[in-house]
């Protein structure tokens, strides 16, 4: 079946440090990718999205290119901020009825 | 749009009781889906609609569990009885379908106790 594998957190990185969170997928076929984020409290909110191969995503400092070759979406930011503390879903859909399927999140802390 | 609107944000109940859990979907989305968040399971889909007709309940758990949605602008999740195991953040997300992302609400968190 379809599934998405994110690295395992928490992350814990210093202001301004890079970052990149894995993820990679198993799909039949091409799906769209996306990066939802979610902040304490709250609900999902969609980062940044990529529909077809080489495709790439940016929001808010944050990017992610679709490589098919690799099955791939890794998330990055080149300088993080105190308030990009969240966990970081990466999730996948097809055309059609298929709902989205979301790995297992990534919580990312970034002290000041 | 307001976005997708959930209620209660919160709810506290009793082993044994029912509980409802309410959303409403962005106008004009044909998909809607609910969603359970656990620290130990992480996001998993209980179900979802397609134009008010259950497509997929292949992630309710149990009998307990069930999903109504009567029309284009309301869904419901019911909980009967409920058990302290149904402790959770409760999502209510929407969507055109296709290939487009889905917009969630703010959830439910739900202690029973």
């Known amino acids: 079946g379809n599934s998405v594998t994110q690295m395992e957190g928490p992350v814990t990185l210093s202001e301004e440090a890079f970052l990149t969170i894995n993820c990679t997928y198993t799909?039949?076929?091409?799906?769209?990718l996306f990066w939802y984020v979610q902040y304490p409290g709250e609900g999902l909110q969609l980062l940044l999205k990529?529909?077809?191969?080489?495709d790439k995503g940016s929001n808010k400092g944050f990017e992610a290119t679709y490589r098919k070759e690799t099955t791939s979406f890794h998330l990055e930011k080149g300088s993080v901020q105190v308030s990009d503390s969240a966990v970081y879903f990466c999730?996948?859909?097809?055309?059609?009825?298929?709902?989205?399927?979301f790995g297992k999140g990534t919580r990312l802390s970034v002290i000041a | 749009d307001a976005g997708v609107i959930q209620s209660p944000r919160h709810e506290v109940t009793e082993m044994g009781q029912e509980v409802t859990l309410r959303c409403k979907p962005i106008?004009?989305?044909?998909?809607l889906f609910w969603y359970r968040q656990t620290m130990m399971r992480g996001l998993e889909l209980l179900i979802y609609?397609?134009?008010?007709?259950?497509?997929?309940d292949s992630g309710m758990p149990e009998d307990r569990f069930s999903a109504k949605m009567p029309n284009a602008s309301f869904s419901t999740l019911k909980i009967q009885p409920s058990e302290p195991r149904d402790s959770a953040v409760y999502f209510c997300?929407?969507?055109?379908?296709?290939?487009?992302?889905?917009?969630f609400g703010q959830g439910t968190r739900l202690t029973v106790v």
């Open positions: 106008s004009g989305h044909d998909y």
């Open positions: 997300a929407s969507s055109n379908g296709g290939r487009t992302e889905a917009f």
């Open positions: 609609f397609n134009n008010n007709v259950p497509i997929d």
């Open positions: 990529a529909t077809k191969a080489d």
């Open positions: 799909a039949t076929g091409y799906p769209s």
């Open positions: 999730a996948l859909t097809f055309s059609g009825n298929t709902p989205l399927v």
